[in-house]
């Protein structure tokens, strides 16, 4: 099916029509569940819009397709609650193409080949609709038009247009575009978000494959793009490293002090997150993130990477 849209609002309702699609751009690998909402902005909806509660694919298709949009497509009131209430900004797309080319200097430095650019470990930090991986439109902007592929300033878009210049065959430009996923990370607090920013991966190889080879990618090739996207765009509280909203109090039993003729009762103590009351992200009793290390096939815990050597952008 063709997902093409000359429309920034990706329709889930499309989505959730294309095989496993919205299943697995909705998959949270952390928790092997869905991603949760992690906002207030539809709990007025009823008891499972909570922050807390998973994304279901019923909640966001049919008469609710349009209920999870971009910022650019927000109302101005929406757009003030969430920057005042999770410091929520978008960046103009110029300001994203100068500060990704400072990034990694010019872009194909000499004495390096092209593969290696396209593997680059790149990270967008608190990504929102991860416009400094893939810049599909103007966040900033209310348009609703979408950006010309050669006007595309991502990270992602980049290395999208270095596969198109140097792979002509089908296949090894679809070895390369996963390459060029595979390098490509995201996290984002906000489940709304963390869906809008999926959405725009998955379309942004949509859009370079039709202009490469003028035809949109099977179902099969969006549903193995889609999984590597899962993966790499994840749900996470950037400052704990847990799946937002996960810590706990936790319940410590204390053992009744034994006398000569009786055992006292146990008694019951609530403590909260250790990670929490000290400020140590290595000791939180909610769900650490995880993500796929693709070079090595493994899934590892996002922060035992943190001094690895991905670019934070």
């Not at 000359?6 to 889930?12: A, L, N, V």
């Not at 979408?146 to 980049?158: E, H, S, Y």
């Not at 202009?211 to 889609?226: H, I, N, R, S």
């Not at 146990?266 to 993500?291: F, M, S, W």
Request: hydrophobic fraction near 35%.
């Amino acid at each position: 099916m063709n997902l093409q849209t000359s429309e920034i609002d990706i329709r889930e309702s499309i989505l959730g029509q294309s095989g496993d699609l919205l299943k697995i751009l909705l998959s949270d690998h952390s928790t092997e569940a869905n991603i949760i909402w992690a906002t207030d902005s539809y709990e007025h909806l009823g008891p499972e819009f909570s922050p807390t509660m998973p994304i279901m694919p019923d909640l966001i298709i049919g008469e609710r397709q349009h209920l999870i949009q971009p910022r650019a497509a927000k109302t101005r009131r929406e757009q003030r609650r969430r920057t005042q209430e999770r410091a929520e900004v978008f960046t103009r797309p110029k300001t994203i193409g100068k500060i990704n080319r400072a990034t990694e200097r010019g872009g194909l430095p000499r004495g390096r080949n092209w593969q290696a650019y396209v593997r680059e470990l790149r990270l967008e930090i608190t990504c929102g609709e991860a416009p400094f991986i893939v810049s599909r439109y103007n966040p900033t902007a209310h348009t609703g038009r979408l950006i010309a592929l050669k006007n595309r300033v991502g990270f992602l878009d980049r290395k999208l247009r270095t596969v198109s210049k140097f792979c002509s065959d089908e296949a090894d430009w679809l070895v390369w575009a996963k390459e060029a996923f595979k390098a490509s990370y995201g996290y984002e607090w906000q489940g709304d978000n963390v869906l809008l920013a999926r959405e725009n991966l998955l379309y942004t190889l949509i859009d370079y494959y039709q202009d490469k080879f003028g035809k949109c990618p099977t179902l099969q090739v969006q549903e193995e793009f889609a999984g590597i996207i899962s993966w790499n765009i994840f749900q996470m509280d950037g400052l704990k490293y847990v799946v937002p909203l996960s810590c706990h109090q936790e319940i410590k039993v204390i053992p009744g002090e034994r006398r000569l003729f009786e055992t006292t009762p146990d008694t019951l103590v609530e403590r909260d997150c250790v990670g929490c009351q000290h400020g140590n992200p290595r000791n939180h009793n909610g769900q650490y993130a995880k993500i796929m290390d693709w070079e090595k096939n493994q899934i590892v815990r996002f922060v035992d990477q943190i001094r690895c050597g991905i670019t934070m952008t």
